[in-house]
């Protein structure tokens, strides 16, 4: 039986994820869990699957919820409960379903526990993916994506040699604004932006889709994950989202990951590799799906791709900035401060008037995480 750390267990990969080890009880124990706030849903999984230890970042509610769960299970609090439920070490598998910066450090602390990394957590990758590759070659430990597109690609190429890759092709569904009008933007409210048309995600992942930031995002993780250069990651729009990404090799062949839109099928690869489990919840059935389609991004319509393909040749701790940029845009766009329009200004007024720190050591990236926030927070109060 493996015992599995789930942080951010009340977001939709936490849930999926428990979702998958109600299936298989007899494979997966839970030993740990975390959430931000939520304890009304956390209190239900501490009382189903028993965890030792959990951690809820905000510490009113951890104090809250150690009145009723006193003696039961250790309850930690704030960022550093985080780090003592990575460092206590008993799991050996950690799904880091955490939404950004946050995720960092407790992936950090796994990793030197030689653990096995089920990371759904991009932004790791995306602001300290040099750090991050130094750091899980130094203590050998494998990340296995929970992404569906870097799934994808990473079971496109189990078996493959790394030097016939001609390029991977990152599948996009285009978000809700695919087929709107760039001069429309300026009036697309919240509700709008939230209706993401194939998956059910958090609020802040969601934006992301709807400006193509997530997608960018990918683009960099996968530059970190499977070591190709930009030129050598495409993305494309797949509105049905079928196939969820694929690998051309030298000999023009190519080799595609399909299934319906089911964030339980990569979580369940993360947790199994290289085994796959009989899993007959999620069904394909191509008859019914009828076309696939394809399309080529516009990138003059969705900047923020454009940027982030940008920040892959400034190198340093720009993706660093963009990250902290992109989740202050995000937060005010939600909070009604800001249009969605101005996202993308601001993630750029940023990355024009930040230091970019060559040396990608952990000190630098913390520092312009920081500063940045500060600098956003500042200007755009």
Known sequence: MKKVL????????????????????????????????????L????????????????????????????????????????????QKGDYDIIVCALVGFAGLAPTI??????????????????????????????????????????????????????????????????????????SEFQKITVTEALDHPNWKMGN????????????GFEVIEAFWLFNLPKEQI??????????????????????????????????????????????DIVKTDFNKIGNLTFFEPDFDKFTCLKIAYDVIGEGGTAPCILNAANEISVAKFLSGKIKFTQIPELIEDALNSMTNYKKTDLESIIESDKRTREYLSNKYS
């Open 234 to 279: 495409e993305v494309i729009i797949h509105p049905q989202s079928i196939i969820h990404s694929m690998v051309e090799f030298q000999d023009g062949c190519i080799k595609a990951q399909l299934s319906s839109p089911d964030m339980k099928l990569p979580i369940l690869y993360a947790l199994t590799y290289p085994e796959r489990y009989e899993y």
């Open 109 to 182: 602390e796994a990793i030197k526990l030689k653990k096995r990394i089920a990371l759904a957590n991009k932004e790791t990758l995306v602001i300290a993916g040099d750090y991050v590759n130094n750091l899980c070659v130094k203590y050998d430990t494998k990340i296995i994506p929970i992404d569906s597109e870097h799934s994808a690609i990473f079971q496109c190429l189990v078996g493959e040699y790394h030097r016939y890759i001609k390029k991977i092709i990152l599948t996009a569904s285009g978000g809700p604004f695919l087929n709107k009008d760039k």
């Open 204 to 215: 802040k992942i969601t934006i992301d889709s709807a400006t193509m930031m997530n997608k």
């Open 43 to 86: 209190a239900k999984q501490i009382e189903e699957f028993h965890p030792g230890t959990v951690v809820v970042c905000n510490k009113l509610k951890a104090a809250e919820l150690k009145c009723k769960f006193a003696g039961k299970c250790e309850i930690l609090a704030g960022d550093e409960g985080l780090i003592e439920i990575t």
């Open 6 to 41: 789930v942080l951010g267990s009340t977001g939709s990969i936490g849930l999926n994820t428990l979702e998958i080890i109600r299936k298989f009880p007899y494979d997966f124990e839970i030993t740990g869990l975390s959430v931000n706030q939520n304890i009304g849903i």
